[in-house]
């Protein structure tokens, strides 16, 4: 059975709470049980959040360890993290597919959210879907 490393960088802890309007009313445990939902029988799916830039990278270290494929959202660390985008590219190098994700389309914000320095090591990018940007990612990776 694969399994799907689904990560989520800062203040994402904080969903339900942070900023309704952009990001919606669920939580991330409603997220962790719409992943697990989503992946129904096809793969074990691990839900994860951290506001700390080194664990991440451990993060991404141990889904190239594992052989593991990973939905990325890397929150603010998207637009300035060359360490987070350094660790990306091992995983994507290591024949592993890395979606980056995100809730709100950061296109469509503030100009600094219009870079990523993730995107161009990632495998695609989805963005502006809410939640269902996760979902997509995940048949994604379960459908090709
Ligand atoms: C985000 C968009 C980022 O610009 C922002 O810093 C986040 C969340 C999203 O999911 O829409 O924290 O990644």
């Given at each position: 059975m694969p399994h799907i490393l689904v990560l989520n960088g800062p203040n994402l802890g904080r969903l339900g709470v942070r900023e309704p309007d952009v990001y919606?009313?669920?939580t991330l445990v409603d997220l962790d049980n719409s992943c697990q939902r989503w992946a129904t029988d096809r793969a074990t799916v691990e839900v994860r959040q951290t506001d700390n830039e080194a664990e991440m990278i451990g993060w991404l270290h141990e889904a190239v360890d594992r052989q593991a494929d990973v939905v990325l959202?890397?929150?603010?660390?998207?637009?300035?993290?060359y360490a987070i985008r350094d660790a990306a590219a091992m995983v994507t190098k290591g024949g592993l597919r890395l979606i980056e994700v995100h809730i709100s389309n950061p296109y469509a914000r503030?100009?600094?959210?219009?870079?990523?320095?993730v995107g161009p090591v990632a495998t695609g990018t989805i963005a502006g879907f809410g939640f269902n940007s996760y979902r997509l990612a995940i048949s994604a990776i379960l459908d090709s």
């Open positions: 919606g009313a669920l959202n890397p929150a603010a660390f998207t637009h300035y993290s503030e100009e600094f959210r219009h870079l990523s320095v």
